[in-house]
């Protein structure tokens, strides 16, 4: 399990730069770079006041299952890194979980 953070603000599972779940995914199975990777877990927030309510509390640690089988950190499809960044992609304006990026990613 991985220390995370995360500063995707739009996110529902975000709260004050911590993800509310357990575990998340990261895709990027032929990601050479952290451009080429993304949160699936990410969920945008919505402009119900329903969407707004955290969905769970921040835990110190979080499980994270990882396609990008050619990162450093990828050990049979499971993060090992002792911290992991999730951040907002580069291209401003964009709402997809394409827009998010594992920022800790490291090419083997």
């Given amino acids: 399990m ?3 953070k995360c500063s995707v603000t739009q996110c ?3 709260e004050t730069g911590k993800c509310c779940l357990n575990s998340i995914k990261v895709a990027g199975d032929n990601a050479l770079t952290s451009d080429e990777t993304s949160c699936k ?3 945008k927030r919505g402009s119900d006041a329903v969407n ?3 969905h769970g509390a921040p835990g110190a640690e979080t499980y994270i299952s ?3 089988v ?5 050990s049979n499809k499971i993060c090992e890194a002792d911290s992991v960044a999730i951040t907002k992609c580069r291209a ?4 997809r979980c394409e827009c998010t990026q594992c920022e800790t ?3 083997q």
């Fill in 66 to 68: 990882c396609e990008a």
């Fill in 70 to 74: 050619k990162c450093a950190y990828n």
């Fill in 92 to 95: 401003a304006g964009e709402d």
């Fill in 2 to 4: 991985s220390f995370l």
């Fill in 52 to 54: 707004y309510v955290p």
């Fill in 41 to 43: 877990s990410y969920q």
């Fill in 105 to 107: 990613y490291k090419h």
């Fill in 12 to 14: 529902v599972h975000n």
